[in-house]
């Protein structure tokens, strides 16, 4: 078992800078990456950024240039630094990580952090 929490999110005026950090226990080596996704209210959840096994960064176009995704010094922690934060980017964030058990992929989410911005 996978369990993954959240933390860093909060409220700050548009134009300013947030980090979210993420850590999974029970993370493993059969463990696929760790990601970030994001939910507003009556929104789908939509993905935002993804760090690979081997630390290889991939965003949605909508966040590129303005968050960077990163790893701790353990594989089992991500951060996503958020900067030039718009009302937009209001969501709450999710932390994601796929880990295969039992020959089969089973995915992990966190509870979530809130990020509200305003205008």
């Known amino acids: 078992q996978v369990q993954l929490v959240e933390s860093g999110g909060g409220s700050v005026q548009a134009g300013g800078s947030l980090r979210l950090s993420c850590v999974a226990s029970?993370?493993?080596?059969?463990?696929?990456?760790m990601a970030w996704y994001r939910q507003a209210p009556g929104k789908e959840r939509n993905f935002v950024s993804v760090i690979d096994v081997d630390g290889a960064p991939t965003y949605a176009s909508s966040v590129k240039g303005r968050f960077t995704i990163s790893q701790g010094n353990a594989k089992n922690t991500v951060y996503l630094q958020m900067n030039t934060l718009k009302p937009e980017d209001t969501a709450m964030y999710y932390c994601?990580?796929?880990?295969?058990?039992?020959?089969?992929?089973?995915?992990?989410w966190g509870k979530g952090t809130q990020v509200t911005i305003s205008s």
């Open positions: 994601q990580t796929m880990c295969k058990e039992d020959g089969r992929w089973r995915t992990y």
């Open positions: 029970g993370y493993t080596d059969w463990c696929d990456g």
